[in-house]
């Protein structure tokens, strides 16, 4: 085991594969946001952001039955080749159409292929890695996705200022194209086990096997909580940095920024958690963190206290992203960690759609600054109240139930 423990996660051929792919993926899908806000926003105005935004998010939710299913009954090789070539498929088209319509079609069906591309990856690198090297892999892959989606989002601009909303889907479907080669050259497989009944209730496994253990059933539960709470200052966020601290748009990127290197700090630390007690503790900090960051950042009176919220506020979501992953694969029996990550994934997109009408009840009784600390105190609240029965799960529950 000692000897485990120090081993690279760079020596394994297939990590140094699908870690800098999948960062590509997400600083190509950086490129395409800017690129399709730019382009909705000129022609379709604010109800045209809001649908772009759900077309993002919806699919994510939608394919919670079937993404799970689909990722544990295949051959990874097949489900991840099919996966891209059909985000490939939906970046041309949207490098080449122009309709609000299109655009959202497009959108919906690039986000249908994420949905099922990204559990297949993440259950893919236990395999890869071990389960005794899964976090530090974890860890390592959110802190790689972090500095992508900072330097995607810095280039999509560039680029669409360069060659035009067109150039610069043209590189995220490059991006997927590079994908779908890396997903061809991993050696690597995992595959239905031979002679595997399809078990009753398929659909909903992924969902059960999170509810069904202990420790997860508490984290996850406060995790939903949290994203609904947590990401309702999402809506008033812009408003606070320029209406109420005074700063233009370079400014506000800035925030983004801050926000974004924090999270790569917070996500790298994770790798050093070897335990279920470790990373639930590490969740528990990164919801603290965060309600803490937030209230700091609603009584802010300059830009000092601003940036340091924001950093505080990255750095909390990248230890709570981090360990809530490294946790659901190390938890969850092999044969339905697919469909596991799928649940997990889709249901914190619904709790976020939930979350951007109730920042804007809030921001609309309560104002800017008072949202953020109403919401930042009740995200502290429900870490604190978590963290009691997270402490009681932990004397009772063995620290990996997987195999």
Not at 28 to 55: K, Y
């Amino acid at each position: 085991m000692k000897q485990t423990l120090q081993t690279s996660i760079w020596s394994f051929r297939d990590v140094r594969l699908v870690l800098p792919a999948r960062a590509l993926s997400y600083a190509g899908d950086s490129v395409a946001l800017v690129a399709l806000m730019l382009r909705v926003s000129e022609t379709g105005g604010p109800g045209a952001v809001t649908a772009l935004l759900l077309a993002f998010a919806v699919p994510t939710v939608a394919m919670i039955p079937f993404a799970g299913r689909i990722v544990d009954g295949y051959d990874s090789r097949t489900v991840l080749v099919c996966a891209s070539l059909l985000q490939v498929v939906a970046g041309l088209g949207l490098a080449f159409s122009h309709g609000l319509a299109e655009t959202l079609a497009l959108v919906c069906l690039l986000q249908v292929g994420q949905a099922v591309a990204g559990p297949a990856w993440a259950a893919l690198i236990p395999r890869i890695v071990g389960e005794e090297l899964v976090g530090r892999a974890t860890g390592t892959s959110q802190a790689l996705v972090g500095v992508a989606t900072l330097a995607g989002s810095a280039v999509g601009g560039v680029l669409v200022s360069w060659s035009g909303e067109r150039g610069a889907l043209l590189v995220d479907t490059a991006t997927f194209g590079v994908v779908t080669l890396v997903a061809l050259a991993v050696r690597t497989r995992r595959r239905p086990m031979a002679g595997a009944v399809r078990e009753r209730g398929a659909l909903t496994a992924g969902l059960r096997s999170l509810l069904g253990d202990p420790l997860l059933r508490i984290l996850v539960v406060c995790l939903w909580m949290f994203v609904v709470v947590g990401e309702a200052v999402n809506v008033v966020e812009v408003f606070l940095v320029t209406d109420e601290i005074g700063l233009d748009a370079a400014g506000y990127g800035w925030v983004m920024a801050a926000q974004g290197g924090g999270a790569i700090l917070g996500a790298w630390g994770t790798g050093r958690l070897t335990s279920a007690a470790g990373r639930s503790r590490a969740m528990l900090a990164g919801m603290a963190a965060i309600g803490a960051a937030c209230v700091l950042m609603g009584v802010a009176g300059g830009v000092v206290a601003l940036f340091v919220g924001a950093v505080v506020v990255g750095a909390g979501g990248g230890l709570l992203n981090a360990a809530s992953s490294t946790l659901i694969v190390t938890r969850t029996a092999e044969e339905v960690r697919g469909r596991a990550i799928a649940a997990l994934g889709g249901t914190a997109r619904a709790c976020s759609l939930v979350a951007l009408p109730l920042g804007g009840l809030l921001a609309a009784v309560l104002g800017t600054r008072t949202t953020f600390v109403v919401c930042g105190i009740a995200c502290g609240v429900a870490a604190a109240l978590a963290a009691v029965l997270v402490v009681r799960t932990n004397d009772s529950v063995p620290e990996v139930v997987s195999h």
